[in-house]
C-alpha cells in the first residue's frame, strides 16, 4: 500500500498508542500545513525540486502543490492572471530549455542500449570517451576560429615540394609539410585590418587559453567526482551488505545480461562468505614475507621493462634523427622508415602490458582492489615514462638539428597518432575477433573475452596526452582525434555485442571511475601542459618557419606586446599590472601563503566534521538502545493494564499514573535519555 | 468534436499520430495523437511540476502506456477517466519483463498496491527511477521495493527474498543465512535486528554506484 510520509510510522510504539481515526487525521493535517508553509517560503526553483523529490503519491503531490501555488498567489500584490501567466511562462521556458539542451545531446541512444545490454561499468567507459570527444571538439572549434582562418584568408606562400602520394596520411610530411596542418605553415605578421589582428597574440593566447580552460574543467570535474564517490569510508568497508541490496543494476533489460549479472552477484556472494572466514585465519608471517618478497620482485620487474623499453625508444629515436637528417624530400623509403619509432612504440605499448598481467599472476593480493590499482599504477608508469623520454629526445636534440622543428615535433605526433589508431583497430580484429573465436572453437576453457575496461581506459589517456602534447605544434590535430574517437566508439560497440562479454568484477566502478578522471589530470594534462609550457618559456623557435621566427622565445610575444601598450595612457593600467602584479615574484608568495591558510583551515574543519559524524553515530546507537528499553516499559505497563482491566477504571487511572510516575523515576538515572520522554506517553493511560 | 475523440477509436486503432481522419459516423475530422487533445495546458503543468519529466518526455510516456492496451487507454485524458492497466501488462514492458523485481515495483508504486497502475502511477515510478531523481528520493523507493511484508523494516525474511530473487539458487540454504545475517551486522546501526530507512539510507552512503545503477531507462 502506498502510504504518506505524513502519516505515523506502522510497526512503532505509536501503534500501540491507540490514537483516534480523529486524531490521526488531525496529525496529518498539522504536518501537511506545516509541510506547505515551508515549502512556500522557499525560492521558485528551489520549491519545484522540493515538491517533485518529496516522497509521496503523484496525487498526493500534486495537492499539495495546489495548496503551495495558492498560498504563493494570495501573497502577490499584482493582479492574480497576470502574475500566474508571468510565473507559468516562465516555468514553460525554462522546462523547454532542459529539452533542448537534451536534444543537443550526441549518442543518446546508443548510451541506452548500451547500458541496458552491458550495464553501467561498461557505460562509464563510453561515457570517458564522450567526455574526451568533447575536449577534441572545443579545441577544434577555437583553433580553426582563431588560428586557422585568418591564416588562410591571407595565405602566404606555400611551396609544396612534393605533389600529394598516399603515404602523407601516415607520416603527415611532404604534401603536409607547409600546410596550416602544422607550426610552420602559420605566419606571424599582423594582419592589417580594421582591428589589426596580430597573428603571434592570437596563436599564443588561443593555445594558453584552452590549456587553462582544460585545466579548469578537468579540476572541477575531479573534484565533484571525488566528493561524490569517495565519501566517508568508515564502517566496515569489505562489505556483501552493499553488494546484495545497492549494486543490483536495474538498467539492464537484455535477459541474457541479467542472467549473468545473477550468477556474478551469487559467485562475488560465495566469495566475500569465504573471505570472511578466511580473514579470521590469521596469515602467519612467513606468508607474509613471501607475499612481500614476491610483490617487491614483480615491481623490479615492471620497473625494469618500463626503463628498457623506454631506454630502447631513445636510442631508435637518436639513431633515426642522425639519419633523417639529410634526405631528399622525394625519397619514399626514407619517408617511410619515419614511421618505424612509432610503430615500436605501439608495440611497446600493447606487449608490456601483457607481460604486466602475466607477472601480476604470480602474485596474491588479500584486497582484489588492490590488484586492480596496482595494474592501473603499473601501465601508467609504462606509457608516461615512454612519453616523457620522447618528450625530452623532442625538446632536447631536435630544436639544435633539424631547421623547421616544430613541425617534425608535430609531425611526429602525428605519426604517433596515427599508428596507434591503427593497432587499436589491429587489437580490436586480433583481440577481441580472434580470440573470442579461438575462445568458443578451439580452445573451450578460455572461453569468451571479457572487456578489460582498466586497458582500454588507458588507451584512451595516452592517446589524450599525445593529442595535448601536439596540440601547440600542430593546432588541427584534434580533428584527427575527433574522427578517430568516433570510429573507436562504434567499432568497440559492435566489438561488444559480438566478441566480448561484460567484466565479472564491477565492483565500486564509481571510485575508478575518479581515479581514472585524476589520472586524466595527473599525470596526462600536467605533464602535456609542463611540455608546452617549457617550449614556449624557454625554447628558441625556429627562424624559417611558424609564427614566432626571429623571437628569442615565443613568451617574447607578451613583452612586445606589453610594450607596445605601455605608451597609450588608456592601455597603461594593463601594462602596469603585468609589470608590477604579474612579474613580480611576491604576488604569487602572497598567493600561495593565503591558499596554504585556507587549506589549513578547511582541513580543521574536516576533522571537525569527522569528529561530529563519530558522536552523531553513537547517538544512533543510543537511541537505539532508548527504544528498545521504552518499548519493553510500555509492553509491560500495557499488560498490567490489561490484567487489571476487569476491575474498575477509575482506581486504574491513579494507579497506573503512579507507576508511571516511579517508571520516570527509574529513568532518572540513565545519562543518555530525553528529559521529555514522557510527553511521548499518550495521555489517556 | 467530443463525440470523435470518443467513437473514432473504434474506427481507427492503429493509424499513427498527424493524419488528418475521416469519421464515418460524424464526417467530421480529428486529428490523432495532437497533444492538445489528450491533456488540458493545467495538467501538463502539473505532470512538468511535480515528476522530473519535460513535456515531449510526458507525451512519450503516455504514449508508451497507451502502446500496452490502446482498447483501454483513451485518447482524451482532460476529463481524468479512472483507467487502470492490470499488472500483466505492465509487467511485460520491454524495460521491465526481465528484472527480478518487477512486481515489487509494480506494487508499491501503484495506487492500490496490487501492482495495476493508472497513468499517474505510471509516470511516477519512471519519474523516481530515471536519472535525474535525488538520491534520497530513490533511496526511499528502493526502501519500498526491499521490504516485503510492507513493515517498514528490512527484516531478515525480506533479505531472504531478496537473495532468492537476486541469485539463482547458488547459494545453499546456510549460506543464505549467514549473508543475511552479515547485511544485518554491517548496516544495522541502532541494534534492532531490522534495518529502518536511517540504516538503509547511511549504507547506500557508502554505495556511490546506487544511483546509477537503481535506474530505468524508458
Known sequence: ?685 | MSHCSLLCQFFISEISAGIRLQCTVCHGTARMGNKQTIFTSQQLDAYQDCTYFTRKEILRLFHRYRDLAPQLVPLDYTNEPDVRLPYELIGSMPELKDNPFRQRIAEVFSEDGQGNMTLDDFLDMFSVMSEMAPRDLKAYYAFKIYDFNNDDFICKSDLEKTLNKLTRNELTEDEVRMVCEKVIDEADLDNDGRLSLEDFQHMILRAPDFLSTFHIRI
Not at chain 1, 526553483?45 to 503519491?57: D, E, H, T, V, Y
Not at chain 1, 498526493?60 to 492574480?80: D, M
Not at chain 1, 625530452?392 to 599508428?419: A, H, M, T
Not at chain 1, 474498575?648 to 491513579?654: A, E, L, N, T, V
Request: proline share 4%; aromatic share 12%; glycine share 6%.
Open chain 1, 1 to 685: 500500500m502506498r502510504r504518506m510520509s505524513v502519516y505515523p510510522q506502522h510497526g512503532t510504539a505509536l501503534e500501540n498508542l491507540g490514537l483516534t481515526a480523529h486524531e490521526i487525521q488531525q496529525e496529518v493535517e498539522n504536518n501537511t500545513s506545516e509541510l506547505v508553509s515551508d515549502l512556500s517560503d522557499l525560492s521558485a526553483g528551489a520549491r519545484f525540486q522540493a515538491i517533485r523529490s518529496l516522497p509521496m503519491s503523484y496525487n498526493e503531490r500534486k495537492a499539495i502543490r495546489n495548496r503551495v501555488n495558492n498560498i504563493k498567489l494570495s501573497k502577490t500584490i499584482l493582479p492574480t492572471d497576470c502574475r500566474q501567466q508571468v510565473s507559468l511562462s516562465f516555468r514553460r521556458f525554462r522546462a523547454s530549455l532542459t529539452s533542448a539542451r537534451q536534444r543537443l545531446v550526441v549518442w543518446q541512444d546508443t548510451l541506452k542500449e548500451i547500458g541496458g545490454r552491458f550495464g553501467t561499468s561498461v557505460l562509464s567507459y563510453f561515457l570517458f570517451l564522450k567526455w574526451l570527444l568533447k575536449f577534441n571538439v572545443f579545441s577544434f572549434v577555437i583553433n580553426f576560429c582563431f588560428i586557422t582562418i585568418p591564416q588562410i584568408v591571407h595565405a602566404p606562400n606555400i611551396s609544396h615540394v612534393t605533389g600529394f602520394r598516399g603515404l602523407e596520411l601516415l607520416t603527415g610530411v611532404g604534401y603536409f609539410n607547409q600546410t596550416v596542418l602544422f607550426y610552420g605553415g602559420y605566419d606571424g605578421e599582423v594582419i592589417v585590418s580594421k582591428p589589426a589582428y596580430n597573428m603571434q597574440l592570437a596563436y599564443f593566447f588561443t593555445i594558453a587559453a584552452y590549456m587553462v580552460l582544460c585545466g579548469l574543467s578537468l579540476i572541477y570535474s575531479m573534484s565533484r567526482s571525488f566528493q561524490k564517490n569517495f565519501v566517508l569510508e568508515t564502517g566496515p568497508v569489505s562489505g556483501g551488505a552493499w553488494r546484495l541490496l545497492c549494486s543490483w543494476d536495474f538498467s539492464v533489460v537484455n535477459e541474457k545480461a541479467i542472467q549473468y549479472n545473477k550468477n556474478n552477484l551469487g559467485i562475488q556472494l560465495k566469495e566475500s562468505l569465504s573471505e570472511r572466514l578466511q580473514m579470521k585465519n590469521k596469515i602467519s608471517l612467513s606468508d607474509r614475507i613471501k607475499h612481500l618478497s614476491l610483490n617487491l620482485v614483480a615491481w623490479l620487474l615492471c620497473l625494469l621493462l618500463a626503463l628498457g623499453s623506454g631506454a630502447g625508444i631513445y636510442f631508435l629515436g637518436t639513431e633515426q634523427l642522425t639519419f633523417s637528417f639529410n634526405q631528399d624530400p622525394n625519397d619514399l623509403v626514407s619517408e617511410a622508415s619515419t614511421l618505424l619509432l612509432p610503430v615500436v612504440v605501439s608495440l611497446i605499448n600493447l606487449i608490456v602490458p601483457l607481460l604486466y598481467s602475466l607477472i601480476g599472476k604470480m602474485e596474491t593480493y588479500s584486497n582484489p582492489r588492490a590488484k586492480i590499482y596496482i595494474s592501473i599504477a603499473r601501465n601508467i608508469i609504462l606509457k608516461m615514462s615512454l612519453l616523457g623520454i620522447l618528450c625530452f629526445y623532442w625538446l632536447n636534440f631536435v630544436p639544435d638539428k633539424i631547421p623547421c622543428w616544430e613541425s617534425f615535433v608535430g609531425q611526429s605526433v602525428y605519426r604517433l597518432l596515427i599508428i596507434d589508431f591503427i593497432f587499436c583497430l589491429l587489437g580490436i580484429f586480433f583481440g577481441e575477433f580472434l580470440r573470442n573465436v579461438i575462445g568458443t572453437m578451439c580452445i573451450q576453457s578460455l572461453g569468451v573475452p571479457e572487456f578489460d575496461i582498466a586497458r582500454n581506459v588507458l588507451d584512451l589517456i595516452y592517446a589524450q596526452t599525445l593529442a595535448w602534447i601536439g596540440i601547440y605544434f600542430s593546432p588541427l590535430l584534434p580533428v584527427m582525434q575527433v574522427l578517430k574517437l568516433f570510429i573507436i566508439f562504434y567499432l568497440k560497440k559492435l566489438s561488444l555485442s559480438m566478441n566480448c562479454q561484460p567484466p565479472k568484477h564491477t565492483g565500486r566502478a564509481a571510485q575508478i571511475q575518479t581515479v581514472f578522471i585524476a589520472l586524466l589530470f595527473f599525470p596526462s594534462f600536467v605533464g602535456a601542459l609542463s611540455m608546452v609550457a617549457f617550449t614556449v618559456w624557454s625554447l628558441q623557435p625556429s627562424d624559417q618557419c611558424g609564427p614566432f621566427q626571429g623571437l628569442k622565445t615565443p613568451f617574447h610575444t607578451i613583452f612586445n606586446w606589453t610594450d607596445s601598450i605601455q605608451g597609450p595612457p588608456e592601455t597603461h593600467w594593463v601594462w602596469w599590472i603585468f609589470e608590477n602584479v604579474l612579474r613580480s615574484e611576491l604576488f604569487y608568495y602572497l598567493i600561495s601563503l593565503i591558499v596554504l591558510v585556507i587549506t589549513f583551515f578547511l582541513w580543521q574543519i574536516t576533522q571537525g566534521r569527522k569528529q561530529l559524524i563519530k558522536s552523531l553515530r553513537e547517538q544512533i546507537v543510543n537511541g537505539g538502545k532508548d527504544k528498545a528499553f521504552l518499548l519493553n516499559k510500555l509492553q509491560n505497563i500495557q499488560r498490567q493494564r490489561r490484567e487489571i482491566a476487569s476491575y474498575s477504571p477509575q482506581p486504574i487511572r491513579r494507579s497506573m499514573r503512579g507507576s508511571v510516575r516511579t517508571v520516570a523515576q527509574e529513568f532518572d538515572q540513565t545519562t543518555y535519555y530525553n528529559p521529555n520522554w514522557i510527553n511521548t506517553l499518550p495521555m489517556d493511560m
